[in-house]
């Protein structure tokens, strides 16, 4: 017999008992998560083993992420803190089109990387000498209560005046004290989801959606159900089907030019869907971030309903500043009140500087003007991508009336996330179809986003990679 | 027999047949909560009654609050989207001591309002030009992806630095890797409680403590159990009852000067504290937003754990600015990966501009001297509120080494709630006791801030309610 395999074996044995015995008192809760171990010397005696027989079992069960040692402190049961991962819940999904992906890439990496998958304009795009000026004006003229203060609890009186007067345009009628100001336009959402979602509560989402709306609702762990998002706003029928099976409380979609899709809502499919919600009794959050992007305004849920049922949000973190947060949220009075309240809760008082900057760069009439070149050079890029991606075999799902965004379909057989994968390793972050999509039917689909899809490295890399994924372009 | 009230009596009892049918359905869920009701017209055919009656009946359903019209719509079943309340959640309150009643007041009265109740510094003792002078700076110098661009997940690298480089000064370890920037303080908490809880967890807090802690918890559905507070901290033998009991998934509390008592952990205290919370595996929140306040600094439960189970979280809107938002989080680095997703989910990112605008304040020399000066102000405006509140015969709890706050017992027989409500009236904010008390053992106590009490009016209207409230002083 083999000395050492024995040693080996004995001693093995002898471990393995010693990490089964801890193992069986974790099951037992004898040992709770977080509980501190016995001390080896201590526990070597009760299990009648050498001192070093325990220290290398308790390395094991280490080294299995069951115990965790803290040095001069002994070893402690793990997972005794584990707390709330989003990866969790909800299912499983690939990394790469987990709904946090995109949102991690692109805000983690620098400003010169290239990211037609990102979800906003590239710096240069943005308003910045407006804020500038906005900043100065402040610096030197606002009253010290102002950039010292809270802000009052429904937020900035002259910046709800003025979303009044906007949402006024869009055939909304809101009074400013139907507007309670937020941090951003997600917080807008997430206080909404506190304000009305039980966990477990179904939530009806476009499909393919803003891929945060699914990160979002995992984090109230509401139940998805994605309805298929046509040319012209959600299927209608579907929407019916969804409404009959699932008792959803609430829909959350985009306003005026649709986040991915590019669609836009038909007054048709707006009454249509209205109707079923008023017999459905269901609550819709309208997303309105885009609504300066648009020529001509597409209808609005809430101009419809009259802020009935359906709750008005946005910001201006797409078009003027997202680094200068703030959003708001148009509903019934009665809601109103309790979201101050909650809002009072879990934030305190939102931001007095941002909205004041915010109101004064809104103000400043260089906004409109602003807002009137970025339509115009969107539309320039939007022309060239929608031509540099068909020659690559990549073909728009519709052509967008406005926007930043087009939702395109890949050459046949090739999987989204693959591709982003591949270019992801040279540098090119890309927003694979699925990470939108609750039902996962758009694995050959892809957004880009033209604002930042101007410089032609993107399609070299792209061609290359899906070349060598198979694709005969 | 009297005609008239013989037809009065047919009708009233008939429109209470008509309003026990509709109430009936309601209750069955045939008319479910947002449920539109039969029409005037079909459903007098259906009872057999005229249409007036059925007007009628609708109508007191509606005053009622059962029902509700909607112009040219018809009538719909009440309550239907009735979501969240706080004030439902948890024991309800008199509105005075309601958790959220000395925050809403402080934050919609004006700046020349007279509140000794409320929870920060004037405008005026707060370091405005530091913060011009940061504007200016960025308005000039920022550069543009600063000003417009979306900050990345953890925040600003050189404010995370510059915050592990102040902790270190209180023996806390940190680097800025384990650093996440917020929107606030009171958001950092609450991601945290996201992070960390399920509703129905216990959480202990200090008795008395911020009265927000109780309302945040609220929104979490949190069991909240509160521990007397000693003068130097919280009272260790109930402590370990209360693990015992209540098996407490997290302690909230503050370190350095405490709110509202003014007392200030002792290292015995925090030792043995950290020794039960290893023992029951408690997690632990401390919120050190009063850190810049302390002379000689206190006991952090963080440098003694070394960020393991001990949560340090903070913010400047108590020393610096409230306008100008942005917290952090400190903890175990696998934690902060949980929470950059969980923060991605529901705010998306944090303000690169005040994160921005912060540093550059901090960084700025004058903080420094700005909080030597406040120090010493705070110190003085301490001695001043004392005296004033003993000739009225209210007496500090302990005279707090530092800080704003001053923790007072009323003369005898005088209920805080009473007093707060009669000065209301007459334009003074004051914070009763049990707003800050989660088992309502603080009735004669009241929270003063000195800062806030310089107006001699306040000492004035205080004593003129409190005799009229039956006091001899």
């Known amino acids: 017999m083999d000395d050492v395999i024995a040693t080996r074996g004995i001693s093995g044995t002898l471990i393995e008992s010693v990490m089964a015995a801890i193992a069986d008192r974790i099951a037992a809760r004898s040992l709770a998560p977080g509980a501190r171990l016995p001390s080896v010397r201590s526990f070597a005696g009760t299990m009648r083993v050498s001192v070093s027989t325990v220290v290398e079992a308790y390395e094991r069960l280490a080294a299995e992420g069951v115990i965790r040692s803290r040095p001069g402190s002994g070893f402690y049961v793990c997972g005794p803190l584990a707390p709330l991962s989003l990866s969790e819940i909800g299912p499983k999904l690939e990394r790469d089109v987990d709904p946090l992906w995109i949102s991690r890439q692109s805000l983690e990496v620098g400003d010169d990387a290239l990211m037609p998958g990102c979800g906003w304009l590239p710096p240069s795009w943005m308003p910045e000498a407006a804020l500038r000026r906005a900043m100065r004006t402040l610096a030197r003229a606002g009253e010290s209560s102002i950039l010292t203060n809270y802000g009052t609890p429904l937020g900035l009186p002259p910046l709800r005046q003025l979303l009044a007067r906007r949402m006024g345009e869009h055939g909304i009628a809101a009074s400013p004290d139907h507007i309670m100001l937020t941090e951003s336009g997600t917080q807008a959402i997430d206080l909404l989801c506190r304000f009305l979602l039980e966990p477990g509560d179904t939530v009806l989402v476009d499909d393919p959606c803003y891929f945060n709306f699914h990160a979002l609702l995992r984090a109230h762990r509401a139940n998805i159900v994605g309805v298929p998002f046509t040319p012209t706003g959600p299927d209608v029928e579907l929407f019916g089907q969804a409404l009959e099976r699932h008792a959803p409380r609430l829909y959350i979609t985009n306003s005026g030019v649709h986040n991915p899709t590019g669609g ?210």
Chains 1, 2 share one sequence.
């Open 264 to 473: 836009v809502l038909s007054p048709v499919t707006a009454h249509r869907l209205l109707k079923l919600a008023d017999a459905s009794n269901l609550i819709i959050i309208e997303d309105d971030i885009f609504a300066d992007f648009e020529y001509t305004p597409a209808p609005r849920l809430a101009a419809y309903d009259g802020l009935d049922r359906v709750i008005h949000i946005g910001s201006f973190s797409k078009t003027l500043s997202a680094s200068v947060r703030c959003g708001f949220i148009a509903a019934r009075r009665d809601w109103i009140d309790g979201l101050v309240d909650l809002k009072t809760a879990t934030s305190f008082s939102g931001g007095q500087l941002t909205a004041e900057l915010l109101f004064s760069a809104l103000k400043d009439g260089s906004y409109r003007k602003h807002i009137d070149a970025l339509q115009v050079r969107l539309a320039k890029a939007m022309s060239e991508t929608i031509s540099r991606l068909e020659t690559i075999g990549i073909t728009p799902w519709l052509r967008p009336q406005a926007g930043m965004f087009l939702w395109c379909r890949l050459p046949e057989g090739l999987d989204a996330a693959e591709v982003a994968r591949t270019c992801l390793a040279k540098g090119v972050i890309l927003a694979p179809g699925n990470a939108f999509s609750q039902n996962e039917t758009a694995g050959g689909f892809m957004r880009f986003n033209v604002a930042q899809s101007t410089d032609v490295r993107i399609f070299d890399v792209l061609a290359a990679s899906m070349r060598a994924l198979g694709a005969r372009i």
